[in-house]
């Protein structure tokens, strides 16, 4: 067994060309394995990413464009019911019931397209509202 770390006994260096498109192609196909560009190559060309490779959570862009449109959406819901109170004028509990709701949804959604399970004890539930 060869002695230092895996960087170190990778001495070798393959460099080649691609037009920006396929660049763009190999970034994302790469992302969306859930690893570094260099791993993917390894893991397509020799049929493992290499003992150090990390692998990463995939994300999906096109839900997380989605989740912030629906989040400043919600943003916005809220910034109008809090100018109402700071107004003075009554706050309508169905409208601040819905704007949690949409919050919890869309976080809920963003876990989601991250691939990830929600943090600690939040499970996406509203707090008991009445």
């Not at 992302?31 to 049929?47: N, S, T």
């Not at 109008?80 to 109170?85: S, T």
């Not at 706050?91 to 809920?108: E, F, I, K, N």
Request: proline share 4%; aromatic share 6%; hydrophobic share 40%.
């Amino acid at each position: 067994m060869a002695k230092g770390s895996d960087k170190r006994q990778r001495t070798r260096i393959i460099t080649f060309r691609v037009s920006d498109d396929e660049y763009a192609r190999y970034q994302d196909r790469a992302l969306r394995a859930g690893l570094a560009v260099g791993a993917f190559a390894r893991a397509a060309g020799l049929d493992h990413a290499g003992p150090r490779a990390r692998h990463r959570r995939p994300i999906e862009h096109r839900a997380l464009v989605q989740a912030l449109a629906a989040l400043n959406r919600v943003g916005n819901n809220l910034n109008q019911i809090a100018r109402n109170a700071n107004l003075g004028l009554d706050t309508d509990a169905g409208q601040l019931r819905d704007a949690l709701h949409q919050y919890h949804a869309v976080t809920g959604a963003i876990y989601d397209a991250l691939g990830m399970e929600p943090a600690g004890d939040y499970q996406g539930q509203e707090p008991g509202w009445p």
